[in-house]
């Protein structure tokens, strides 16, 4: 094709054409334009009159550059002008379609896929095999196939949460021929790109396809100065651009929301910015993940796990304090070891169980009044973890010495012993090895811990049971008793150095956080998890949407250690990790990961996504023409004198009719008129979701209901209108239809307070995804629903119960269909308190209208009408699907006038009371 | 024949009562009251009693007023001579045009202040007459509708008319109506003749806008309104300043040959109201100034 910048040509040759201009300006030049004949008595006193100009019989040059321009429209109209045209593929040897499909993919995987099928399409046309190949994949033999066949597998294949592991390996299992590569980028670099790249090249040209999106990534978040550090990357590091983060976690009904959020600034050319979040630790810990808002890729999601949560220690110790004994005092390395880590309060055991600590630790604190056991008792059967250490005072006291104190996991015997002490036989005793079952189990033993007094347990039968950690006389060292739901755990010694060396190992942290007191303020080491194995609870697809873990197989810490470093893979997904005691999070984005840009050897073609269409300009160049033909004959009429005074203001108001009105009168006018047009009726509303089609259903569809509603109710509402939720005032309407679209892109934050508000303040929004919810929420409007309402205030549902007030309304109705018959509908769940009276038909149930009523039964199809008034689209068969329509007409009244009114129909429930009370 | 002759009386009868009725409402807009002649003479009305000179015939005497006292009186009238005025409205094809359809032609406007001022006139008793020996000065109302029938009637087949001296009483006013575009030559001729007699008049010309204002452009052939001349141009809009030189010199030349017989000389243009045109006709004919 022959190129002229972006525009080319079809069919070049008759560009030649636009040699004969120059011939055609001396004939237009020749011919003066015809002469007027006229009527003039004045006539005798022009005789003899000469003309000025004697060039003034020619043509005006202006005139005749718009004939030539004219022309020349059309010469090159049909030379088939195309902007930005598609080099069509060339070749026909087997083609190799390499999508990275890794999560920097997911975000315009969609489109990845329809450039896919194009060049699926384009393969089959010319009957090119055709191998369609996921690099995230464990690498496989390479086979090509049909490419029908390989069409009808695309819409299957989904991108992957970790990045390409093996690239060198693909390059092995090529096939042996030559072929051509179309390789769809995500546009970072992963290791072994470049020999792959290599080894593809040598098979045939290789076109690469990446994205000019800039990718995000979201960094784990750590704790550190009291907030949590955030931060964020990007790809590439070009323009300012701000992002939000936004913290997920259950609220305190268990519903999932949104928490917290934070913006992030990028600078010019920044590639990573930090910033912190400071939250109450109430509701930092509730927190289970943090993602940027509105991407859609495992990339910008960071699951957390326990290294994020602080744990409210409650620290009481016993005795007085000693003045100038600091290194004394059974709580200094407590607090040593738990400040960083921990939020720590000091107090009186009231003051701290009102607090509801995670954790009480009890340093050597003998006795307990009465109510400070029972307030403990049932803190702890909560879930609450008592600690207690040994100590001099308990010791000396009698604390669980005939009977087990509840608050003691075990009986102790009198006095307790000391061993390797100047008045005593034996050498301090070392630790044994912890035994399997014990949370301590795999903690490596340092051999400078020894333990020169303790106090011992009474040999009971639970005992063994009981211990956790014993000395290698086998002396349990540690015990531990469950009590409710929360746990005692005695250590025998003190908590200071004075009994042992304990406190002063590393030992005594990690115990500590096995223990579950303290938490890991970093990634765990690798050999915090080896020796366990790990259990995936919930996994992350690669558009960071949680997903249930399912039977996925356990992963030993190893492996996990491993993968914690290099990146998640396919046996390894991202996701969160159950151990024994503890919880890992392993995310696609580590702490250090760097985003690197791919980079391809010198003169590879590379493809944008958002290479500009192609556009044949054919038509534009001929209706220019065209358009300078017609200038063209008012101009010649103006020349020689017939355009009167009336034509030429008729002429001027054809032009300032052409051209576009100012934008300030559609800014500030339209406001009112639209205010207006909302407010001086009732006016039914439907959200403009980007998808034409739907949204032109949606509006014939109310369009169809409002004609029902005028015919048979009172309600008598103006044609509808669409409203663009992130623009439009929503108050005007006291109900929305919205078609769920998997086109249209999420809302942005000041869009979804705006809907809150409406939600809150007694509007009504019927979502419809249009799919008769037969998948029960799977299919794609279903899952979008899904991410559409995550952002909204939804109260809990329930499927309608067959006593709403949706069902009498204004029809008595049982089913409410529309286009599809049987969905479920849902609607805000009635209260748990809601009973039914005696002789009534229905219960007594909750003041106010649902928020929000969702259903997949495409309602605005069955109701939508065309400009004649007669149904726009079929509805079932015969007189069945006739009747089917009907009822989807009686829903939608039902549904205006529950709008509209409320509950009023079930005030009726009170109708015998009230007559009772006349009767008196 | 007889059928085009009918047809015109027809359209005669048609048109004429409508411009009769229309330059009666001209006329009654300008009131006047017996234009007596502020001196003695013949008349009805009373003007004073003088002594009897010798040469006063006996019939003279007013007997009534003579027997009061010893002198013989004589009753005067004030005087009230009839004039005698004859108009002349251009027949030519040249009248005929109008520049737009809003617009009169010319000729109508120039018969409907003829027919006025005859109104007028013959109201007043003087004694009015056509140009020419169609319909020489008589007073009554019956001279009206002879005049408006010629008026409307003639129709002359040239291109620009000339006006006569022919069928003027001497001393008499004459008032010509015409565009005096064509050739000055006869007109002055006619006014020459005129002024021999000791005729005093008024000359109107009646212009159309668009040919005070040359509204043309582009490549145009002009002809006349008989089609018996022509001139082509190729930018009419360049001929617009001399073309208005031109006519300036015309109505230049023509208020001379006005100044030199002591005639009046004024432009009217058809796209103006009638009504001043008629007045300053009115005053001009009464000779003042």
Redesign the interface.
Same mark, same amino acid.
Do not use: C, V, W
């Given at each position: 094709m022959f190129m002229l910048g972006p525009i080319g040509f079809a069919t070049p040759l008759l560009l030649l054409g636009l040699i004969a201009l120059p011939v055609l300006w001396f004939l237009l030049r020749a011919v003066p334009p015809a002469p007027i004949r006229r009527r003039f008595p004045g006539v005798a006193l022009l005789l003899g009159l000469r003309d000025d100009e004697a060039e003034a019989d020619k043509t005006p040059w202006w005139l005749l550059l718009l004939r030539m321009a004219a022309v020349a429209a059309a010469i090159i109209a049909f030379a088939g002008p195309v902007l930005n045209p598609v080099e069509r593929q060339a070749g026909n040897g087997p083609l190799l379609i390499a999508m990275d499909a890794t999560w920097a993919d997911a975000r315009d995987w969609q489109r990845r896929l329809d450039r896919a099928a194009a060049l699926l399409d384009e393969a089959g046309r010319d009957g090119r095999p055709v191998a369609v190949i996921r690099l995230t994949d464990a690498p496989q033999q390479v086979t090509f196939q049909a490419a029908d066949a390989a069409a009808t597998r695309l819409g299957g294949i989904a991108p992957q949460p970790w990045a390409p592991r093996d690239l060198m390996a693909w390059a092995e299992n090529l096939p042996e021929d030559g072929f051509d590569t179309f390789w769809l980028s995500d546009g970072l670099d992963h290791p072994g790109r470049a020999d792959l790249m290599a080894a593809l090249s040598a098979k045939g040209t290789v076109t690469v396809f990446e994205s000019p999106r800039p990718i995000f990534a979201l960094h784990p978040a750590s704790f550190g100065d009291g907030a949590i550090q955030l931060s964020a990357s990007r790809l590439p590091a070009a323009d300012p651009i701000s992002v939000e983060i936004s913290a997920r976690g259950p609220d305190p009904s268990g519903v999932e929301r949104e928490l917290a959020r934070l913006p992030l600034d990028f600078g010019l050319g920044e590639a990573r910015v930090e910033a912190a979040l400071s939250l109450p630790p109430e509701l930092r810990n509730r927190i289970t993940r943090f993602e940027i808002a509105g991407l859609r890729s495992a990339g910008a999601v960071s699951l957390t796990d326990d290294s994020l949560k602080r744990r409210k220690v409650a620290l009481i110790g016993g005795g007085a304090d000693r003045e100038g004994l600091q290194l004394l005092s059974p709580l200094h390395y407590l607090r040593q070891a738990l400040e960083p880590v921990a939020d720590l309060m000091e107090g009186s055991l009231t003051d701290l169980l009102l607090a509801s600590p995670d954790v009480v630790i009890l340093a050597d604190v003998a006795r307990l009044s009465q109510s400070d056991t029972d307030a403990l008792l049932d803190w702890l059967d909560d879930g609450g973890l008592l600690l207690r250490f040994a100590g001099p005072q308990m010791a000396a006291s009698d604390v669980s010495r005939t009977a087990e104190d509840p608050l003691m996991p075990v009986r102790l015997r009198e006095g307790g012993r000391q061993v390797g002490g100047a008045m005593s036989w034996g050498e301090p005793k070392a630790l044994a090895p912890f035994p399997e079952g014990s949370p301590f189990h795999g903690l490596p033993l340092p051999e400078d811990v020894s333990v020169t007094a303790q106090v011992l347990a009474q040999p009971d039968p639970e005992l063994a049971s009981r211990t956790i950690a014993a000395l290698a006389d086998g002396t349990p060292l540690v015990t531990r008793k469950e009590v409710g739901q929360g746990q005692v755990v005695l250590v025998h010694v003190t908590a200071n150095a004075e009994w042992s060396t304990l406190p002063l190992s590393g030992l005594f942290m990690s115990m500590l956080e096995r223990l579950a007191v303290s938490t890991r303020p970093v990634a765990p080491e690798a050999a915090d998890l080896a020796g366990q194995i790990w259990v995936p609870e919930v996994v992350l697809d690669a558009y960071g949407q949680p997903q249930d873990a399912g039977d996925l197989p356990g992963q030993p810490g190893e492996a996990l250690a491993s993968a914690m470093v290099a990146g998640p893979g396919p046996d390894q997904p991202p996701g969160l990790y159950a151990g024994s005691d503890r919880r890992v999070a392993l995310n696609v984005i580590g702490a250090e990961t760097t985003l690197a840009a791919a980079s391809w050897p010198q003169g590879t073609v590379i493809e944008g996504l958002d290479a500009p269409p192609e556009q044949a300009l054919k038509g534009a160049f001929l209706s220019a023409g065209l358009v300078m033909l017609l200038i063209d004959i008012l101009a010649a009429l103006w020349v020689s004198g017939r355009l009167g005074g009336l034509a030429r203001a008729s002429v001027l108001l054809v032009a300032l009719l052409l051209l576009p009105p100012p934008a300030q009168a559609q800014q500030s006018a339209p406001d009112d008129t639209r205010a207006l047009e909302a407010t001086t009726g009732l006016v039914l509303a439907h959200v403009l979701t980007g998808d034409t089609a739907l949204d032109d259903t949606a509006a014939r569809g109310l369009t169809g209901l409002g004609e029902v509603l005028w015919a048979r109710t009172s309600i008598e509402p103006d044609p509808p209108i669409g409203v663009n939720i992130e623009t439009d005032e929503l108050s005007f309407f006291p109900f929305l239809y919205w078609p769920v679209s998997t086109a249209q892109p999420l809302p942005s934050a000041q869009a979804y307070s705006k809907l809150n508000d409406y939600l809150r303040t007694g509007g009504m929004i019927l979502f419809d995804t249009r799919d008769a919810d037969l998948s029960g929420g799977t299919s794609a409007e279903g899952q979008h629903l899904q991410r559409l309402a995550a952002g909204l205030n939804i109260p809990p549902l329930e499927q309608i119960p067959a006593d709403h007030v949706l069902t009498r309304t204004f029809y008595l109705l049982q089913d409410f269909p529309g286009r599809h018959a049987r969905g479920p509908v849902w609607v805000e769940a009635a209260p748990p308190d809601a009973e039914q009276v005696e002789g009534m038909p229905f219960r007594n149930l909750n003041d106010g209208v649902t928020p929000v009523v969702i259903g997949g039964n495409d309602w605005a199809s069955a109701w939508a009408v065309n400009a004649n008034g007669a149904p726009a689209l079929p509805v079932g068969r015969g007189f069945a699907g006739e009747r089917q329509r009907e009822m989807a007409y009686r829903f939608g009244v039902n549904l205006i006038m529950h709008v509209l009114t409320g509950n009023y129909k079930s005030d009726q429930v009170h109708v015998p009371a009230l007559l009772d009370r006349l009767g008196q | 024949m007889s059928l085009d002759l009918q047809s015109r009386a027809e359209s005669l009868g048609q048109s004429l009562p409508p411009l009769l009725a229309e330059a009666e409402l001209l006329a009654a807009t300008v009131m006047m009251g017996e234009h007596g002649r502020k001196r003695a003479g013949q008349g009805d009305e009373f003007w004073q009693y003088r002594p009897v000179n010798a040469g006063d015939s006996a019939r003279l005497i007013d007997w009534r007023r003579s027997a009061r006292g010893d002198a013989h009186f004589v009753r005067e009238r004030e005087w009230q001579a009839a004039q005698s005025v004859t108009l002349w409205v251009d027949p030519a094809r040249?009248?005929t045009?109008s520049g737009d359809t809003s617009r009169p032609p010319k000729a109508d406007r120039a018969t409907l202040l003829a027919l006025a001022t005859a109104v007028l006139l013959l109201r007043a008793g003087e004694r009015v007459g056509l140009a020419g020996d169609a319909a020489p000065p008589r007073p009554g109302r019956a001279q009206i509708v002879k005049l408006a029938a010629i008026l409307s009637g003639a129709e002359d087949a040239g291109e620009?008319g000339a006006p006569t001296a022919t069928g003027m009483v001497s001393h008499g006013r004459a008032l010509f109506l015409s565009?005096f575009?064509?050739d000055l030559a006869p007109v002055e001729a006619a006014l020459i003749a005129a002024a021999d007699r000791g005729v005093r008049g008024a000359l109107v010309q009646v212009l159309?806008p668009?040919?005070e204002e040359?509204p043309?452009?582009?490549?145009?052939?002009?002809?006349?309104?008989g089609?018996g001349?022509?001139?082509?141009?190729?930018?009419?809009?360049? !001929?617009r300043a &001399?073309?208005l030189a031109? !006519?300036a010199e &015309?109505k230049d030349r023509l208020a001379a040959l006005g100044r030199a017989v002591g005639w009046h000389v004024t432009t009217h243009h058809s796209g103006q109201p009638a009504q001043a045109a008629l007045l300053w006709i009115f005053t001009a004919l009464q000779g003042g100034r």
């Open positions: - | 040249s009248m045009f620009y565009d575009l064509g159309d668009a040919e040359f043309f452009s582009g490549r145009t052939i002009f002809e006349s309104m089609g001349m022509r001139h082509e141009t190729q930018q009419a809009g360049d !001929l &001399r073309y031109r !006519l &015309r």
